[in-house]
T-cell receptor, first 115, second 112 residues
Framework: SQQGEEDPQALSIQEGENATMNCSYK?????LQWYRQNSGRGLVHLIL?????REKHSGRLRVTLDTSKKSSSLLITASRAADTASYFC???????????????FGQGTILTVHP | SAVISQKPSRDICQRGTSLTIQCQVD?????MFWYRQQPGQSLTLIAT?????????ESGFVIDKFPISRPNLTFSTLTVSNMSPEDSSIYLC?????????FGPGTRLLVL
């Protein structure tokens, strides 16, 4: 079953603008990861944020995590046409259980960046 | 990080037949998983591929339909058995040593 919701379902912006995607989840987590998927191909890992972290940066990516609200956001700054893809959040359960390593994915956001 | 390859990359199959998908990792990984992505949907976990023992299946997935092997720490196969058009999906394997899971390019399956 899906962990939660992502919004928006689709986002269309111009090159140079910032893109913000949100993800909500339902259970206690060990970490939350963001992935990118181009045109139904494989997933590319973007960034991982642990449950004890609140914010993380990687290049033009900024991820926040609010465990009290069970939500995360992914910000892509100065977007480029090459950023056009589907973006998924995925949560990993708290460590130590038999489900360690398994990911539960959100519904995804389709981002289109117009040149 | 781990680099994961899958074969075949895509296939068109007739209903009632079976297809075996191979997943190869370039380094030993502790965990390997198989996911399904139905058209326009997100990813759903099928099972955990356990090295040297039977796979652990998620609710709604059974071994008779999706037999999985994992003979060593770098290789796994997923078979989609007795296929129907509803099995048309992208099948992805993932692997990782720790928290981060890396994904293969996926196998796009169309069942006629």
């Amino acid at each position: 079953s899906q962990q939660g919701e992502e919004d928006p379902q689709a986002l269309s912006i111009q090159e140079g603008e910032n893109a913000t995607m949100n993800c909500s989840y339902k259970t206690s987590i060990n970490n939350l990861q963001w992935y990118r998927q181009n045109s139904g191909r494989g997933l590319v890992h973007l960034i991982l944020i642990r449950s004890n972290e609140r914010e993380k940066h990687s290049g033009r990516l900024r991820v926040t995590l609010d465990t009290s609200k069970k939500s995360s956001s992914l910000l892509i700054t100065a977007s480029r046409a090459a950023d056009t893809a589907s973006y998924f959040c995925a949560t990993a359960d708290e460590a130590g259980g038999t489900s360690y390593g398994k990911l539960t994915f959100g519904q995804g956001t389709i981002l289109t960046v117009h040149p | 990080s781990a680099v994961i390859s899958q074969k075949p990359s895509r296939d068109i199959c007739q209903r009632g037949t079976s297809l075996t998908i191979q997943c190869q990792v370039d380094s030993q990984v502790t965990m390997m998983f198989w996911y399904r992505q139905q058209p326009g949907q997100s990813l759903t976990l099928i099972a955990t591929a356990n090295q040297g023992s039977e796979a652990t299946y998620e609710s709604g997935f059974v071994i008779d339909k999706f037999p999985i092997s994992r003979p060593n720490l770098t290789f796994s196969t997923l078979t989609v058995s007795n296929m129907s058009p509803e099995d048309s999906s992208i099948y992805l394997c993932s692997g990782g040593q720790g928290e981060t899971q890396y994904f293969g390019p996926g196998t796009r399956l169309l069942v006629l």
